[in-house]
């Protein structure tokens, strides 16, 4: 069955430094999200892409994060500086249409641990 | 705007105890609902969905009812083992397919 691959599966980093994240969603399909998930909280959309388009990227703190999703198929997220809230669980999901009218299908990746020191 | 309220755990139930988490929503439009299941480590995995007022979501033993008229969506097993121990979520997905997660609810299960 095909799977949502990300990587790294953990990361530590000091604050002020750099770190990426990469998501391969399901083959074929055109909507990539990425989440961030605090330690004990649900999910919260930090962007979302259609194919290579931005649809949605209103939470994302765009003075240290960014994504990109160049050709429409794999998604690196990246901090620039890493704080230390910035600690968390990053989960990638990509969904499709499923045969259902106005249901969408949503494949999680196992996500990235962020620890920042 | 949209939005999910789960009922706060965490939760611990004996084996085969009855299970409910309690879901409301507040949407415009017609949303889909889903639980979500994460265990320790993992991402989120679908558990079961329904797309319209009154469909009834069913997998692995977890039922869940879309009602309209309550804007809730609960969910219920009538025998949970140890092996349900998981973090579960409500969601709802809107028709541009953004979805919106509730808090999570914590449940451990114990012999």
């Known amino acids: 069955e095909a799977e949502v691959a990300q990587s790294p599966r953990y990361k530590i980093t000091e604050k002020s430094q750099a770190v990426a994240f990469w998501c391969d969603p399901i083959?074929?399909?055109?909507?990539l999200y990425w989440y961030r998930q605090i330690l004990g909280q649900g999910p919260e959309l930090l962007v979302q892409f259609q194919d290579e388009s931005v649809v949605d990227d209103s939470q994302l703190p765009k003075d240290r994060f960014s994504a990109e999703r160049l050709k429409g198929v794999d998604s690196t997220l990246k901090i620039q500086p890493a704080e230390l809230g910035d600690s968390a669980m990053y989960l990638c999901a990509s969904s499709r249409p499923s045969e259902d009218r106005g249901f969408i299908e949503q494949f999680f990746g196992p996500g990235t641990r962020l620890t920042v020191l | 705007g949209n939005s999910v309220t789960q009922m706060e755990g965490p939760v611990t139930l004996s084996e085969e105890a009855f299970l409910t988490i309690n879901c409301t929503y507040t949407?415009?439009?017609?949303?889909?609902l889903f639980w979500y299941v994460q265990y320790p480590g993992e991402g989120l995995q679908l558990l079961l969905k329904a797309t319209k007022a009154d469909d009834k979501g069913s997998n692995k033993g977890f039922e869940a009812t879309y009602r309209k008229e309550t804007t809730s969506f609960h969910l219920e097993k009538g025998s949970v083992q140890v092996s349900d121990s998981a973090v579960y979520f409500c969601a709802l997905s809107d028709w541009w397919g953004q979805f919106y997660f509730g808090t999570g609810t914590s449940l451990t299960v114990i012999p």
């Open positions: 083959s074929g399909h055109a909507t």
């Open positions: 949407a415009t439009g017609y949303p889909s």
